[in-house]
Antibody, heavy 122, light 106 residues
């Protein structure tokens, strides 16, 4: 049974760095083709893909946010960590992690965490 | 950059109606498209991948079609639990979601 769970602060101040952890079970990120992504959703708005880390430790970032994002993994702990620097109120959103079983059909998200709401406010 | 659009942005429908949602990519993406359903306060749920493949456990009233730039999600007979927002997603190396289509009760 595949599960993912996001954890991190619910409130951060402007200019601070956000660190979110995705803890997963039911699969291994060392298995060929497995990837984990972060996606966010501001209140009442659409989904926005942020970053992806692959089984071979390749990393990919949203073009518009790449200077602020870092994604990493700890395979032994089944965790993926996302850091986002210089937080701003417009970064207020629910942040999701999701699994990608990459294969012939591209990068789609088959399992999602429940999401964690991060509010940026002083 | 690829842009994704969806139409309509919202649709009002009744239980039993056939509902069709369209997604368009600004350039060809072959069949690398997925559809998700999202209910308020919940994470998105994968419905369709590879444009037309039904995710395991998803009811057969959901179907997807299309390739290249134009794609369609069809709900053949709308059920009460289908009132939600639907997103398409281009599934290449830098995923991009459409703006969403809200299906609500007429």
């Amino acid at each position: 049974q595949v599960t993912l769970r996001e954890s991190g602060p619910a409130l951060v101040k402007p200019t601070q760095t956000l660190t979110l952890t995705c803890t997963f079970s039911g699969f291994s990120l060392s298995t060929s083709g497995m990837c984990v992504s972060w996606i966010r959703q501001p209140p009442g708005k659409a989904l926005e893909w942020l970053a992806r880390i692959d089984w071979d430790d390749d990393k990919y970032y949203s073009t518009s946010l790449k200077t602020r994002l870092t994604i990493s993994k700890d395979t032994s702990k089944n965790q993926v960590v996302l850091t986002m620097t210089n937080m701003d109120p417009v970064d207020t959103a629910t942040y999701y992690c999701a699994r990608i079983p990459y294969g012939d059909y591209g990068y789609y998200f088959d399992y999602w965490g429940q999401g964690t709401l991060v509010t940026v406010s002083s | 950059d690829i842009q994704m659009t969806q139409s309509p942005s919202s649709v009002s429908a009744s239980v039993g109606d056939r509902v069709t949602i369209t997604c368009r990519a600004s350039q060809g993406i072959s069949s690398w498209l997925a559809w998700y359903q999202q209910k308020p306060g919940k994470a998105p749920k994968l419905l369709i991948y590879a444009a037309s493949s039904l995710q395991s456990g998803v009811p057969s009233r959901f179907s997807g079609s299309g390739s290249g730039t134009d794609f369609t999600l069809t709900i053949s007979s709308l059920q009460p639990e289908d009132f939600a927002t639907y997103y398409c997603q281009q599934a290449n190396s830098f995923p991009l979601f459409g703006p969403g289509t809200k299906v609500d009760i007429k």
